[in-house]
């Protein structure tokens, strides 16, 4: 999608560090790390939000997930615990309108989120 910062980073339009590729989904850190680890997880086809996941689209966020605890063991944070959100819409925080998956690792996590 045109004008989409995270379709221009699957499209290589903008620069990444990229943690793990294939045909559907990419992973790289996050320009603004709030842990130790902080990884980003999205799908290359552009997806506006958890809110707009359906029977059409729901296979990569499964294969999302299969990612995501790849890289928890290659990345060595699996042991010690994680966290994983995906904010949806303004109000949650979503700044980014294309779906994606915080992978936050390496300190304590508190909640609420501060
Ligand atoms: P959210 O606020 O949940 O939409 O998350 C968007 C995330 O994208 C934030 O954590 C930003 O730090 C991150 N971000 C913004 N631009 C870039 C970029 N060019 N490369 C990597 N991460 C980015
Ligand atoms: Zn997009």
Redesign the pocket.
Known sequence: MQDC?FCK?VAGE?P?TKVYEDDSVLA?????PQAPEHI?VIPKAHIQSAACVTAENSAVVAHIFEVISELSCKLGFAEEGFRVVS?VGARA????PHL?F?VLAGRDMTWPPG
């Open positions: 910062l980073i903008i990444s790289f850190r996050d320009i603004d980003l904010n925080g979503q700044t980014v994606h915080h």
